[in-house]
């Protein structure tokens, strides 16, 4: 029992500083640097994408304020930041759009070509795709390489931002100031 008893502290101890050493690590939200790196990655990431000829029809219809708006929400949320989506899903949002597999991998070229951009290191560059990656399955509904699609005509786009919920927005952001 005596020759478990210092096994059994050593392997407490790794433990406690196991979790110690992860709880240290800062988000990937504040390792991205923060709603101001988002913000930035965000805008170049849309700006991309909306030149992209292998994806941008699918946009055609889209409100663009309010694209870049839930795309900041949604990404500080999926990087673990202080902000909460309460945009579409996924699946509700690109419903009868029509995206192929050869688009969501074009959008992912895109995202990768932003944070290239601004020198976002591999880990987190990773760990980011990682986050996004799933999202996979509730975007695509075509099989298939085909890029530059046209948008279905019975693609109905979400109303855009209503001016109230932007002043909120903006509101919400001086209040955190």
């Known amino acids: 029992m005596k020759s478990l008893r210092p096994t059994f502290v050593s392997c407490c101890l790794v433990a406690a500083l196991s979790i110690a ?5 800062k988000s ?6 923060g709603e101001p790196a988002v913000k930035a990655v965000v805008g170049e990431f849309a700006g991309i994408v909306l030149k992209d000829e292998r994806i941008n029809k699918k946009f055609a219809k889209s409100d663009a304020n309010r694209l870049v708006t839930n795309l900041n929400s949604f990404v500080c949320s999926a990087t673990g930041g202080p902000c909460k989506y309460d945009g579409l899903s996924m699946k509700e949002s690109h419903k009868r759009m029509g995206v192929t597999e050869g688009e969501f991998n074009a959008l992912v070229e895109d995202l990768v070509k932003a944070l290239d951009k ?15 990656g799933p999202l996979k399955p509730e975007i695509v509904e075509v099989s298939g390489t085909a890029t530059g699609t046209e948008l279905p005509k019975k693609f109905k786009p979400a109303k855009p931002l209503k001016a109230d919920k932007m002043k909120k927005d903006k509101k919400d952001k001086k209040d955190k100031m």
Request: no cysteine; charged share 25%.
């Open 118 to 132: 601004f020198n976002v290191p591999a880990k987190e560059k990773n760990e980011l795709l990682a986050a996004l």
């Open 21 to 25: 050493a992860l709880a240290q690590e």
């Open 28 to 33: 990937l939200y504040d390792r991205l640097g």
